[in-house]
Antibody, heavy 120, light 108 residues
Framework: EVQLVESGGGLVKPGGSLRLSCAASGFTFSSYSMSWVRQAPGKGLEWVSSMSSSSASIYYADSVKGRFTISRDNAKNSLYLQMNSLRAEDTAVYYC???????????????WGQGTLVTV | SSELTQGPAVSVALGQTVRITCQGDSLRSYYASWYQQKPGQAPVVVIYGKNNRPPGIPDRFSGSSSGNTASLTITGAQAEDEADYYCNSRDTSGNPVVFGGGTKLTVL
């Protein structure tokens, strides 16, 4: 079964740091781009960051650029998000998701983890 | 970055057909994907690409696209379809992807 399990969320003061982890299983982790997507309480989905399978390509939303760092360890089938200089507006459930692309026009996120709550 | 615009809410009578739309310039170049999210749960992809359903997604869910508008249609809506629905696509400027604001579907 393909599965993603996030951990590392919690309560942190403004200006503090947290490191989220996402453990993947049931698929060849090293073959897929991976992403973090967050959802503030009562709000919609917001893409946060993505990393290609080889770590060669990395992208960040403007709202987190310079403060968050995405990384992965393909040997450990794990994705990470280091979050520094946290702000109240970073409060959200953070989801880890596999990103898939077919051709140049088709892409989707799936599966998703259950999410981990970060409260600043 | 681009934007994807969805209506905030839509309702449908049990067993009837409902269409949820998503508008944005990026949809002229890329297909949308659609996600269902029930309260307290993670999103689940229901449609991706031209009109592809992942395993386990009922065939009452379908997708279409025209110009800058993508649509998710539920034919014969069921009570369990009540959820928030989000569209998503690659972005044509800046960020690699963009999400719509979500549409809350109520099944009456």
């Amino acid at each position: 079964e393909v599965q993603l399990v996030e951990s590392g969320g919690g309560l942190v003061k403004p200006g503090g740091s947290l490191r989220l982890s996402c453990a993947a299983s049931g698929f060849t982790f090293s073959s897929y781009s991976m992403s973090w997507v967050r959802q503030a309480p009562g709000k919609g989905l917001e893409w946060v960051s993505s990393m290609s399978s080889s770590s060669a390509s990395i992208y960040y939303a403007d709202s987190v650029k310079g403060r968050f760092t995405i990384s992965r360890d393909n040997a450990k089938n794990s994705l990470y998000l280091q979050m520094n200089s946290l702000r109240a507006e970073d409060t959200a459930v953070y989801y880890c998701a596999r990103f898939q692309q077919v051709g140049g026009t088709t892409s989707w996120f799936g599966p998703w983890g259950q999410g981990t709550l970060v409260t600043v | 970055s681009s934007e994807l615009t969805q209506g905030p809410a839509v309702s449908v009578a049990l067993g009837q057909t409902v269409r949820i739309t998503c508008q944005g310039d990026s949809l002229r170049s890329y297909y949308a994907s659609w996600y269902q999210q029930k309260p307290g749960q993670a999103p689940v992809v229901v449609i991706y690409g031209k009109n592809n359903r992942p395993p386990g997604i009922p065939d009452r869910f379908s997708g279409s696209s025209s110009g800058n508008t993508a649509s998710l249609t539920i034919t014969g809506a069921q009570a369990e379809d009540e959820a928030d629905y989000y569209c998503n696509s690659r972005d044509t400027s800046g960020n690699p992807v963009v999400f719509g604001g979500g549409t809350k579907l109520t099944v009456l």
